[in-house]
């Protein structure tokens, strides 16, 4: 019976008697990371650290760390470097590490299949032709390539998921295009700069002004930034600021996923006029309401006129027990009042 059964749930033809439909779709995050040791034959330490910066994972949940073993990882195999990459999380990868020296010429190095159980992805090398492959300038030139499984997707739906069109890649590409646009200062010719002691950014006249109308206003032709080609914001932090022109860049912001984050881009939004990213940082604040914050982001919701976040506020102190909000009435005699309470 089984036999039977078999083919007939293979032949494509019989899709077009099919009643329901699903499709799971994976979505992968593509990561490169580019690690350059010099002075490499003196590494006498037991290893050496880097940690990509991946903008499109939370790396508060999902950090990936890069690690370079000079001599092993123990006395047994003291005579091999060991490239190794490793996640704090359940994500699931896939790694490749290339090795080169400072000419640009690879070395091949072999991946680990032994038995014993190790943190991570592992390559290695003989040090021995390590040490004469990067003769004489002594440096390494480690690449790692990740392909990251970031989400597993199943939906329902009501027609043949073999007869929908090809998914239109198109706005990803430009966005990936604008985005490696921000990461290279060439063709930069205007200047931001943030609140202390911290790197500028170079950024494009006509993306800023094509993005916001604040900006459209900063960089009118008779202004002092548009003469000096450069405008400082003492009042906003060099990370805010860094994601908030990712987001004019690209229209992606991967960092939302934190609260933090998401509350520093509303208010970044509302004041540079970006309805958009408003709307998706409003959203991101909604999803993050606990008994612990609400207070405080109904004061934002307040203050930059998120009204739907305002009203979900409301509605979850309307729905929690009123002994997890905090009361005034039963505060301590002399303790100092809380700052004040937005308008209900």
């Known amino acids: 019976m089984m036999e039977d059964m078999l083919p007939l749930a293979c032949n494509s033809s019989m899709s077009r008697n099919t009643e329901s439909f699903a499709i799971t779709e994976v979505k992968t995050v593509k990561h490169t990371h580019t690690w350059i040791v010099k002075g490499f034959s003196q590494c006498d330490c037991r290893y050496l650290e880097t940690v990509p910066n991946i903008s499109d994972v939370d790396v508060n949940k999902h950090l990936f760390r890069v690690r370079l073993h000079p001599q092993g990882n123990k006395d047994s195999n003291k005579d091999f470097c060991f490239f190794q990459v490793f996640s704090q999380s359940n994500l699931k990868y896939k790694a490749k590490f290339t090795v080169s020296n400072r000419a640009g010429e690879e070395i091949p190095a072999t991946v680990y299949s032994g038995q014993q159980q190790l943190n991570g992805y592992f390559e290695y090398i003989r040090r021995e032709q390590l040490l004469n492959h990067i003769v004489p300038h002594d440096e390494i030139k480690l690449v790692l390539n990740l392909i990251i499984v970031q989400d597993t997707m199943t939906r329902s739906l009501s027609t043949d998921p073999s007869n929908l069109p090809p998914k239109d890649t198109s706005l990803d590409t430009l966005s990936k295009n604008f985005g490696d646009h921000l990461m290279d200062n060439k063709f930069t010719d205007f200047t931001i700069r943030c609140r202390g002691d911290c790197p500028p950014i170079r950024c494009h006249r006509f993306i800023l002004w094509s993005r916001s109308p604040v900006f459209k206003a900063t960089l009118a032709d008779h202004t002092d930034e548009y003469i000096r080609s450069e405008v400082v914001?003492?009042?906003?932090?060099?990370?805010?600021?860094?994601?908030?022109?990712?987001?004019?860049?690209?229209?992606?912001?991967?960092?939302?996923?934190?609260?933090?984050?998401?509350?520093?881009?509303?208010?970044?939004?509302?004041?540079?006029?970006?309805?958009?990213?408003?709307?998706?940082?409003?959203?991101?604040?909604?999803?993050?309401?606990?008994?612990?914050?609400?207070?405080?982001?109904?004061q934002v919701a307040e203050m930059h006129q998120t009204l739907n976040l305002k009203k979900e506020c409301m509605r979850y102190l309307i729905n929690n027990a009123p002994e997890h909000i905090p009361n005034p009435s039963r505060r301590p005699a002399g303790s100092h009042s809380p700052p004040a309470t937005p308008t209900l």
């Open 233 to 298: 914001y003492d009042d906003i932090e060099y990370q805010d600021m860094k994601h908030f022109i990712h987001y004019i860049y690209t229209g992606k912001a991967p960092h939302l996923k934190t609260l933090n984050v998401a509350i520093e881009m509303l208010k970044l939004a509302d004041r540079f006029d970006v309805a958009d990213l408003k709307d998706l940082a409003e959203q991101s604040v909604r999803n993050c309401l606990s008994v612990e914050n609400v207070c405080e982001i109904l």
